[in-house]
């Protein structure tokens, strides 16, 4: 059984500070693991599309549009499990 | 009690006291009736009215697309007070000078846009009421002395809103819009105006009351607003999302609520385009969909036409300063798809040239539109007002001179032309160079900044800077986005930014944009 929390913990730091260099995060706001990226005001209707660019190129996943969709893709901890999934998927398959 | 002559919220309680149980709004995992929609605005009215606010005075909703919002607005209506929008992407800055312009009474807003709005409140002397909602501790609610939570607000009050003091000529809403002197305007519409702009529109979409209308814009843009205004005045169903970063959301939603009606912007179409599953989702509901902020590429109303064959799809052009000008019906897409269409129902328009007369079909003149939908003036902005409403041919009357320039064909089609001023429009909405480039200028280390549009597949425009360092001074690309970023509504951050030696004139030293836009 693959345990994935190593990984998991190493890929929550690189999508932060993906998001703190490419995005505004208010001084006074704590990026939370949890916390919608949308309702903080870190990301927008195209910022969304940054962040896919880089999940795809930093981790070698396809994102298909199917899973386009908040429980993915608006918060650290969502992009950090939607990736370990994709990742584990991929393993299966080969 | 039957109001004969409605105001803009009667459009809510007639609904409320005819379909009390259905559905009205759909918002995230929250189903709430027209009931509950009556009773907990006038539960907001009441405490407004409560807390000092009176017949005329503004109250500001700073928030997203949320149940609160929509509640929040309905209430400031029954309060006798004038919204004001404020989009939640508003920085600090942009925050303060609108509570400056417009002197709210009251701020109904969210505990996570903190940040923002703590400091330009506790400086607005105007403000006598506050409620929040979401999350706030007790001592930054302390802090803010005329505030409340939300869910206290809303206790008391529920049964009979306060008693109405407006007539209908009476301000109903400010909508702020962007003006190329870098200053927003905040566009005073009264409730005649809205009540107007919304029949007409409802009359050429056919909306009525088994509609389920899919909102994925802000409800500060007016384009938004009135989404949820026609809704609820059918007593139709509105689904509201946050925006459209998530297209599969939007999707699924649409098959899941059996959405009929899908206003979108060309950058949401875009990234419709993009999506290479689309094919896969239900969207039978759909009977029509609506663009306007920009003109539609002919390939997305390919891509419609193939992806929901059976809807409408309605392009359409106006501006804040009278909602909305022009459609083309459906049926005249395929034949003049460059078109933005004919004067909406109980609207007149026609150009003018520089000498102020008419222009004959086939020419190019400035666009004035006549109708109960024109803005009573900028709020507080006397000259700009004077610039935009001229007398019109009848006595007292007042006409809008747009600043847009077009050309009507022989058979009364309008179509767009451009701009008489630099107004870049990005993701459908409207952003002043001026506005960008005060921005820029205000950060440390750069000397002048001068901004343009350029055409981006997604955007429409892409907001281009280009800046020029202070001596000594090193600029780096990133660090002046972020700067932007602090300042800024995210669409109004330039997409590049070039740090250039110094910037093209003209001969008589005036700056030379299109030398800019030339490829270097």
Not at chain 1, 49 to 73: A, K, Q, R, W
Not at chain 2, 3 to 32: F, M, T
Not at chain 2, 197 to 202: G, M, P, Y
Request: glycine share 8%; proline share 5%.
């Amino acid at each position: 059984m693959l345990t994935l929390t190593e990984p998991l913990s190493a890929h929550r730091e690189q999508v932060r500070d993906f998001l703190m260099s490419n995005f505004y995060v208010p001084e006074t706001t704590v990026l939370n693991a949890n916390d919608s990226l949308l309702e903080q005001g870190v990301i927008d209707s195209t910022g969304v599309l940054e962040v896919i660019g880089f999940i795809e190129e930093t981790f070698g996943i396809t994102v298909e549009d199917s899973e386009l969709v908040p429980e993915n893709l608006d918060s650290i901890e969502g992009i950090v499990r939607y990736v370990a999934r994709k990742k584990s998927r991929m393993l299966v398959d080969d | 009690m039957h109001e004969p002559i409605p105001l803009l919220h009667d459009y809510l309680i007639r609904s409320a006291r005819e379909l009390p149980d259905k559905v009205a709004l759909v918002c995230g995992e929250r189903r709430v009736t027209y009931a509950e929609l009556d009773a907990h605005s006038n539960a907001i009215a009441n405490h407004l009215q409560a807390t000092g606010v009176v017949r005329g005075d503004r109250v500001v909703i700073f928030g997203d697309n949320t149940v609160e919002t929509v509640v929040g607005f309905w209430a400031a209506l029954k309060a006798n007070a004038i919204v004001c929008l404020v989009n939640p992407l508003t920085k600090r800055g942009k925050l303060e000078y609108l509570l400056n312009d417009c002197s709210p009474a009251a701020m109904i807003t969210d505990g996570h846009l903190r940040h923002i709005f703590d400091e330009p409140a506790r400086a607005c002397r105007s403000l006598s009421s506050i409620i929040i909602s979401g999350e706030i501790g007790d001592a930054d609610l302390a802090e803010l002395h005329v505030a409340v939570r939300w869910k206290r607000a809303i206790i008391a009050g529920r049964d009979r809103a306060p008693a109405r003091k407006c007539i209908d000529i009476d301000l109903a809403t400010i909508v702020y819009t962007s003006g190329s002197t870098g200053d927003p305007k905040g566009v005073m519409l009264t409730h005649r105006n809205m009540l107007t702009a919304c029949t007409s529109i409802s009359s050429y979409l056919s909306i009525e009351k088994n509609d389920v209308i899919l909102n994925v814009l802000p409800l500060a843009f007016d384009y938004g607003l009135y989404q949820m205004i026609m809704a609820f005045g059918a007593g139709a169903r509105l689904v509201l999302e946050r925006s459209f970063a998530f297209p599969a959301q939007i999707l699924i939603l649409i098959a899941k609520e059996g959405v009929t009606g899908l206003p979108g912007v060309p950058t949401l179409f875009a990234m419709l385009s993009g999506l290479k599953s689309i094919g896969q989702y239900d969207l039978s509901s759909l009977r029509y969909v609506t663009n306007t902020g920009a003109a539609l590429p002919v390939k997305h109303i390919r891509m419609l036409r193939e992806l929901v064959p059976a809807a409408s799809i309605y392009s359409m052009y106006g501006l804040t300063e009278c909602k909305r000008c022009t459609y083309l019906p459906p049926e005249d897409i395929d034949r003049k798809p460059l078109s933005v269409g004919i004067a909406i129902p109980n609207t007149e328009i026609w150009l003018i040239d520089e000498e102020d007369n008419r222009v004959d079909p086939g020419g190019i003149g400035q666009l004035v539109v006549r109708g109960a939908t024109v803005m009573q003036g900028y709020w507080g902005k006397p000259e700009a007002t004077a610039e935009r409403l001229r007398p019109g041919p009848l006595p007292g009357e007042n006409v809008l001179y747009t600043g847009d320039y077009c050309r009507i064909d022989d058979e009364g089609y309008l179509y767009f032309v451009g701009r008489s001023d630099e107004i870049i429009k990005s993701r459908g909405e409207k952003v002043a160079p001026r506005e960008v480039e005060n921005a820029l200028m205000s950060i440390s280390g750069v000397r002048e900044a001068a901004v343009i549009g350029v055409p981006d597949e997604l955007l429409g425009e892409a907001i281009k800077a280009f800046v020029v360092p202070e001596q000594g001074a090193n600029l780096d690309e990133k660090a002046v986005q972020k700067e932007c970023q602090k300042r800024l509504e995210s669409f109004m951050v330039p997409k590049s930014i070039a740090i250039v030696p110094s910037l093209p004139r003209t001969d008589t030293q005036k700056l030379n944009k299109r030398a800019l836009q030339l490829p270097h």
